[in-house]
């Protein structure tokens, strides 16, 4: 064991009180000892533990006790920043890759990453990037480097450049900021850049903004719903309009190549019953439900701490992640994973669309307005 490790479960009790919730972290003081457990952005287990460790062999001197000590402060220094980070409202979007192009002369701050991800969590994460290019490091073999934007390319299009090697990454969001955004409504996007655009509907508004949506189905009536519309290519985001089109999950794969999605958002309501709304968080607990939604794997993602409840959300779906099936997401491996039992408690509450098992949204029944639906950004 590390001795942050130690440090964070000294505590021979088990039992622990959450006092402080964030998208990106969450921190817990035991009643007994107040033992600290944070569980941040990796840069905690990339950073801070690794050089715990390495003091450790040092402990038993003078030099080492007392440069323990000041790992201490710089631990709780970076905790502060981390929490402060987590807190601050997730200000990604449906981002739109421009491959081979980059903003420049608009570049605040340059960093090494391993991946985009990285990259894009870097952005959201300063209140000032808009966006960001991303291209590889070419003295160092796997990683990237990562140029956080403090403009965007409608901001400044003369700054836009082809730029081989390199992308641009843009936003949903950047529009809204950007003072083009219409609000809620029709928006067109050519996720392909190759002059065929499609019609589709963004959420401008909840949460910040930037959701667009991918799935949506909605009962008309109670006494006959109408059967569910499948789509096997992204382009059925355009079909919003019909109230009955889900994608498979290859669907979700096309369009998440397309516009590198890092967040999923479910909302269903029963008319007369409960509302199941939650959202992703961001951090790679959240981007592993995105990437098992989206087909980058089969691996079920763990549930709790996957998510965050929205406000209207009353759900016990919601309420009792630790009761989902082996505690994570899905049921199976297969094309109907957004719609059939994404979520579900067995022999209990579920989120399902299926003409054999029932259109169900943490309850049974159905009445005219319920309605289902996915978003991204």
């Avoid at 969001?173 to 050519?190: A, L, P, T, V």
Wanted: aromatic residues 12%; hydrophobic residues 35%.
């Amino acid at each position: 064991m590390s001795t942050v490790s130690a440090l964070l479960s000294s505590s021979g009790r088990k039992k622990a009180v959450r006092i402080f919730k964030t998208p990106g972290a969450s921190l817990r003081i035991d009643e007994a000892a107040a033992s600290l457990e944070c569980v941040a952005p990796p840069v905690l287990k990339k950073v801070i533990i690794p050089y715990f460790d390495a003091l450790t062999a040092h402990k038993n001197s003078m030099a080492g006790a007392c440069l323990i000590r000041f790992a201490i402060v710089i631990l709780t220094f970076f905790l502060i920043i981390l929490l402060a980070v987590a807190t601050t409202d997730f200000c990604g979007s449906v981002f739109e890759t421009q491959v081979d192009h980059a903003l420049v002369g608009q570049v605040m701050s340059t960093v090494t990453v391993l991946d985009r991800f990285e990259c894009h969590l870097k952005c959201i994460g300063n209140n000032i990037c808009k966006s960001f290019n991303v291209r590889l490091d070419g003295s160092n073999a796997g990683q990237r480097i990562c140029e956080l934007n403090n403009k965007t390319r409608q901001m400044k299009p003369g700054d836009f450049k082809w730029k081989k090697g390199s992308t641009y990454f843009g936003s949903l969001q950047d529009i809204r900021d950007s003072g083009d955004s219409k609000g809620d409504g029709e928006y067109w996007i050519d996720p392909e850049k190759n002059g065929n655009p499609l019609k589709v509907f963004c959420d401008m508004t909840t949460d910040g903004g930037g959701w667009l949506l991918v799935s949506k189905y909605v009962i008309d009536s109670s006494s006959s719903a109408s059967k569910l519309s499948v789509e096997t290519s992204y382009r059925g985001v355009g079909s919003y309009h019909n109230n009955k089109t889900f994608l498979t999950k290859s669907a979700m794969n096309e369009l998440w190549t397309h516009l590198y999605f890092t967040q999923l958002r479910f909302y269903c309501n029963k008319q007369q019953g409960r509302t199941f709304h939650v959202t992703t968080v961001a951090n790679s607990t959240g981007e592993a439900v995105v990437q098992y939604f989206s087909s980058q794997t089969d691996d079920r993602p763990v549930a709790c701490g996957s998510f965050f409840r929205m406000e209207n959300d009353n759900s016990r779906l919601a309420g009792a992640c630790y009761k989902w099936e082996n505690g994570k997401w899905g049921w199976r491996s297969g094309e109907d994973r957004l719609y059939l039992r994404a979520a579900y408690i067995p022999n209990g509450c579920k989120w399902v669309l299926s003409d054999k098992y029932g259109n169900k949204c943490d309850t049974g029944g159905v009445s005219a307005g319920d309605f289902w639906k996915v978003f991204v950004r």
